[in-house]
């Protein structure tokens, strides 16, 4: 898993230096866009895993009580919404980078 | 008998629909904000899903739309919450239930309800103008046949969002409404 992380990580910074327009001022590697964009993956991670935890807890709850299912159905979008708040500041401040 | 035709039904299911969402969180007088939640359903609605028609743009894809409408949320049920409880008594349940906590309670429940403004509307900015822009990425990639599926999550989330919206509304209604007992 390490190995495989950090061989995707070195891919992701090749793309990144292979992009450089030659002739242009090279900024610098962990600046603008590009850290946006790690930014934005590390938060989309973060929420893909809690929205999983939030998603099982309903099903179970359905599942033993389908009679209460419309109630959990709303509190769950409620609590996505809620999580996915916080990736979509990551999105709004990764637009803000120029 | 006269029969109600096809845009009468669809209007009434909404209103219901509203009705219902108002007065499951609202405890008293809930007719009282249906108003203001249904039409702000219908233009959220509305601005979410003019994204789909090519050529036309969301309204809700701009900062300043949502931000006016989070603005509008504020002032309203603050004002609500004026109206019921008094202006001293609103401001001082922000204090928090033991008195002698109001120094540290009153300024960060004050900064969270200024930061409500921020956070209600850039949760529908960031969603549909994040929407816009992976549609436009993938529309850019295979023009075909990928972005209809695409589209279709895009008429899923504009519900979505648009529920998220006026369910906040009305959770922030209710609490400021709210007596407690």
Redesign the interface.
Known sequence: MKKFLTTAFLFTVAVAAFAQVPGAPAPGLFEGKFLAHIALAIAAAGCGMAQGKAVVAACEGIARNPQAAGNIR?TM??GL?LI??LV??V??AA?AVK | MRVPGPLQQTMEYLVGFVRTLVSDNVAHHPDRYVPLIGTLGVFVLLNNLFGLIPGLGSGTANYNVTLGCALVVFLYYNFHGMREHGVGKYLGHFAGPVWFLWILMWPLEILGLFSRIL?HS??L???I??EHVVTGIFFGLAPLVVPVPLAFMGLFFGL??T??FI??AT?YVSGAVAHEH
């Open positions: 709303t979008i409620i919404a996915e708040a979509i500041y999105l709004v637009f | 956070s850039l949760r900015f960031g969603n103008a994040g979505i969002q529920f998220v369910m906040l959770i």
